[in-house]
């Protein structure tokens, strides 16, 4: 048969695995692992229960702001999983957030027994993510809106290629606010990159309860960036391409070394579960490491995923001060993800997951290939050494480097995350977080730098087109367990010894000084300032030789905000003032820059939660890692940028008795499908 | 046929293409490119003509330390390209180290007239790279020498499993200096991990002059470290194997997009130079991208190669104070070279290049497969992104990242370093370095963490085995010519703006000052510290914007050495005191550490050039870059290390007016050879 043919077959084997495994979950609950997400006939089950129970009410007035399973607190889901799952499992919960007559009700339903446990009024500052529907209809209330007709006709635009878009506000001191989002529109004739043509100067507020405009504004005209130039879709562009790619096809002669059942994925020596968040995206839970001397699992990391982002713009004037945005916590990073494209985002052999969420009526929808899942043959060298040290023998032992990818990207208007998670043999979990997508860019009168006089605010990148300068920062949620819960997290400094009454024709040397953390403040660390390594370790076990079992953390970016720290935005943002925390485990500390975060006034963030100082030596802690970028924009960005990357990884010190990949075979790479030429 | 010959044929065809024109340009010097590394013939020629114009001594007394290339001066080969090399190109020469009767040599040779241009005797410090033979032979001397033969007995260890090996001794003040080498033996009974099991407590030091022994010290004995657990070959090691990893085999649907021609190399939109040197390894030159706008070739980096590395190990103790290796100045980088395994070290379609260098007694040695050259398809995105705010419309453009390697394995004794040069179709240019291979590790009685009482300078990573605290510094020299050879260095700093007179909302921002630095002192930067973009840029051209066009270099690691900088190593390392430095061109400038480094007295480096403080603005400079590791060894790299990566990258900024892959369609993968089934 056709190797393409065979490559179908072959991902269709492992998608059904999947499917198969999902089916079973969603038709006995009791089949369901206690981290799963919602299926989406729990979807309907929530939206029924919550629905009946505001019959009185007028339905319409009723939205889903969120909705996501209510993990079990985790001793519980811990004593389960002790008992190998054989009791039954924690409760199976869902937490719903609801707007309900202008107010947010906190519901907790219980999905066993059909009941709701809770019902909240939540009275304090912020409010939840938006949903999509209501973005929506906020971007389409400009197109019957007088005074926008006229700003559309004055610049001479057509309204039917004007397209708007939402954009959260922020929060600026004011005493009273309501739900509300800022409106921008952009001009998308002869083309599709609406982001690089706004219609500068104009500003609608849309009241999202009342879902009509509350403010309008219109300061100034600049003249609109021409569409040629701004195409990305190669269907459209014109002739010279280039540069050319040759690329490769891959086929697994043993097949592939992935396996998922339900939410479960095993590969090499890892075992984790994946879950689907509409607010975080990727959650990776459990994830276990198979020790090959002490025959059994390991873990490793008790959850994982993005706590929140922080955008913020840097340009203080009145259409674009606010733009300091919180993509996880206001858009939903699960929200925002795409499908992937098979062949493209991912390689021939990735297998695929889809996703669920509740839409603002509650009702399930389906993101597909939310997930892809692939073994990463990057041509990189696992170990090696050769030895011409004994006479008469050449030894050469080469391992070639497999790792696996778990990838979601997440575009939040704009701006395209791509979030991996690679697991390695060796015991490291390396993130990556590439940025790409198209630039925010501001409207203006220059076509040429000399043109410009003051602070620009960023980089000219085409005509009447300014990249704003701005920051991404990432809050990654790591409940890391390092061979259990109870850990500590220990400081090794790097210090610099002068040789005492010249014992040795050396002067200096340096050696490590290791620090126990006691306390939450002493563990906030501004990377890059000091030489010191950071390993969470188990003080309650050793190796055989009697080193702390720990894994350390790599950062990859040493960047921290530059905004003031009593800057409205620094404020709610505060979790970005270090880039390392460390907390004990709470459930209730999910979200760095709090459960509401549209319009917060950063009382409920990460820096406010450490400020009881608690106690983090042998306890079960959690650490939280910020990886930012300042982007300063280039002509390069536009009018698409390539993938800019970082990363950070969590590699294993001391935590194996010796290095887990001695034993590991180079894999059979010889051995190919009979092929006949080129088709 | 089967697609395993498939694929030898298609490597073969591209071999073919190399070592074709290789061989002609052997064969007709006029169609050398004049930074071609010297062929086996030239080798004979220089060491022919040397040795004739020594008849009168005793030719056993001639040894050859270096052999290399005396590459034109730039400006002669920048006419000579202009010209596009129509004129005759200029004069084929080399440069040769050579000790005679004691004395070191520094000699030019002109090729095309078989002359010696000049022979100077060398008075000043140090001494020139060992040859691999003179380190044989006096490795071997221990095993004939009474004193060693005792220690050996007292050991009760067998002779015949004693493998010795040799270390530079540094300096550390003295005023006289005979040219020696320490020698270390190790213990190969039951394993071939000689280096995990040293002869702790006996040194020996040779006179390579005499070679002969001229110290000899058994200071103690430790325990041997057991052999148990130290094996890392497949062949050698018992079940269980794992974990087990499944392997892909890949082919190119449409072929390599490599183009070799002698040592020019084209791909995608880059052409550059490939050279091998027996001291630096790796030497990329003239490295220019296409410009599909500009319909031409522009130059991004004259020359880039690693210039020096410093490893340090941080153990004052008599035994191992002396450990402050110079890896590319005494050993040579590239005479530590190794053949790549194809498969394992370099992907499948990976092609291979030979390098050549002198032995010590003048006439070529062979490296097979030196380097590899592969298309990176790891699964990467390019670019990408989802529009979905239009109504009625999804789009979805992604482009596949594949990008092209140059990979270099040098193996100096028991560590073995992955060097990878990065090609990548934005005109970024990511150097990788990968530290795998065996621990330099120190003989110790204990058996357990608690038996050390005071600083061990290590971690115990086995029974009787300290893997001692090190530091890898590489310093890379980066001749970037952006756009052209006259450049300037400039910082772009991020700072922070307080908003005056309420004007805004918001409190702060940040913006860009730039700030072209002028001379030598101040270009020099410990990363870390600041916020702050570091850019090459050419001050005579700017984008019809009037941006500067420029490269940015994106830093990997901020590390930086940790040792006083008045210490004996440190000043002879003070390259390592910056991770930055700038310099204007200058042909002699070559090697950070000096061109005599071993006994160095630090009278040669970078500092010291530096301190001139001349102009950098507006000249031809060049930037020199060293990328840092401290090593705190773990368990897991025993009884190998799992690689551990670094590295940094260069990233056009301005330099193109827009995205230069833009119009890069996605490469066909879908169409495969006909594959049935597996074999």
């Known amino acids: 048969m056709e190797a393409s043919t065979l490559r179908n077959t072959f991902i269709f084997s492992l998608l059904s695995i999947f499917s198969i495994s999902s089916s079973t979950t969603t038709s006995h609950s009791h089949h369901h692992h206690p981290l ?3 299926t989406p006939q729990e979807f309907t089950l929530v939206q029924t229960i919550i629905t009946n129970s505001y019959h009185n009410s007028n339905p319409n007035n009723l939205t889903f702001q969120y909705v996501g399973l209510d993990e079990p607190n985790k001793p519980t889901l811990l004593s389960w999983l002790s008992t190998l799952k054989t009791t039954t ?8 957030i609801t707007r309900l ?12 027994t059909s009941s709701i446990i809770s019902d909240h009024i939540y009275s304090g500052h912020g409010y939840p993510l938006f949903t999509l529907e209501e973005q929506t209809t906020a971007s389409e209330l400009p197109m019957t809106y007088p005074p926008f007709l006229e700003s559309v006709k004055k610049r001479g635009l057509n309204l039917s290629d004007v397209v708007c878009s939402t954009y959260s506000v922020g929060w600026y001191g004011e005493e009273k606010s309501a739900r509300v989002l800022r409106i921008l529109c952009f001009y998308t004739e002869g083309t599709v990159n609406l982001y690089v043509r706004p219609v500068e100067g104009v500003t609608l507020v849309v009241d999202l309860d009342e879902m009509k405009i509350t403010q309008y504004s219109d300061r100034f005209t600049v003249p609109m960036a021409k569409a040629g130039g701004t195409e990305y879709r190669a269907a459209k562009q014109k002739p010279p391409f280039g540069p050319k790619l040759k690329g490769v096809a891959t086929v697994q002669p043993d097949g592939s070394g992935i396996e998922i059942a339900g939410h479960t ?10 879950g689907f968040d509409v607010r975080a995206g990727p959650i990776i839970s459990l994830a276990s490491i198979y020790d090959l001397e002490k025959k059994t699992f390991r873990r490793v990391m008790y959850r994982g995923y993005i706590s929140e982002m922080f955008v913020p713009y840097m340009e203080p004037t009145e259409e674009w001060y606010y733009k300091t945005f919180f993509d996880v916590g206001e858009f939903g990073f699960g929200l925002s993800a795409v499908s992937l494209e098979p062949m493209k985002d991912c390689p021939a052999h990735a297998v695929f997951m889809d996703g669920y969420y509740a839409g603002q009526d509650g009702k399930p929808v389906k993101i597909s290939n939310v997930f892809c899942i692939f073994e990463q043959n990057a041509g990189n060298v696992l170990w090696r050494h050769t030895e011409t040290g004994i006479l008469g023998e050449v030894i050469r032992e080469v391992r070639p480097e497999v790792s696996l990818v778990v990838r979601m990207v997440s575009t939040v208007g704009n701006y395209d995350y791509i979030i991996d998670w690679e697991f390695k043999p060796t015991g490291s979990i390396k993130v990556g977080v590439g940025l790409t997508g198209i630039l925010e860019v501001k409207g203006v009168s220059y076509t040429h730098t000399d043109q410009i006089k003051e602070d620009g605010h960023g980089t000219l990148v085409a005509d009447n087109t300014i990249g704003v300068y701005h920051d991404h920062f990432l809050t990654f949620h790591l409940d890391l367990d390092v061979d259990g819960e109870t850990n500590s997290f220990v400081k090794h400094k790097l210090e610099t010894r002068r040789v005492a009454n010249n014992i040795s024709p050396r002067k200096s040397y340096w050696t490590v000084v290791s620090e126990t953390v006691k306390t939450e403040l002493d563990a906030r660390i501004q990377l890059g300032l000091k030489q010191e390594e950071l390993v969470m370790v188990n003080p309650k ?9 720990g894994y350390r ?4 970016s040493t960047v921290t905000s530059l905004l003031l720290k009593e800057d409205y935005p620094q404020i709610r943002a505060a979790f970005t003032n270090y880039n390392v925390w460390v907390t ?16 917060s006034r950063g009382d409920d963030t990460l820096a406010v939660w450490t400020l009881r100082n608690r106690k983090i030596e042998n306890k079960d802690i959690v650490l939280w890692y910020t990886m930012g970028f300042h982007h300063v924009p280039c002509q390069e960005d536009f009018p698409i940028m390539s993938t800019l990357s970082g990363g950070f990884e969590l590699r294993p010190t001391n935590f194996f008795e010796r ?6 075979k180079a894999p059979k790479i010889g051995h190919w499908p009979n092929c006949t030429a080129k088709p």
């Open 541 to 549: 076990k050793k190796t055989k030789l009697g080193n702390p079992i």
């Open 101 to 112: 007559n202008k107010q947010t009700h906190e519901i907790t339903v219980d999905l066993s």
């Open 659 to 664: 290095n887990p990949v001695l034993k590991t």
């Open 584 to 599: 004990p485990y709470n459930k209730s500390e999910k979200w760095a820059g709090g459960v509401f975060v549209d319009q």
């Open 553 to 556: 953390l790599f950062p990859g």
């Open 265 to 274: 994925i095993r590969w090499a020596n890892w075992a984790f579960h994946l």
């Open 36 to 38: 799963d997400p919602l």
């Open 89 to 96: 499992p924690p409760p199976r919960r869902a937490f719903v």
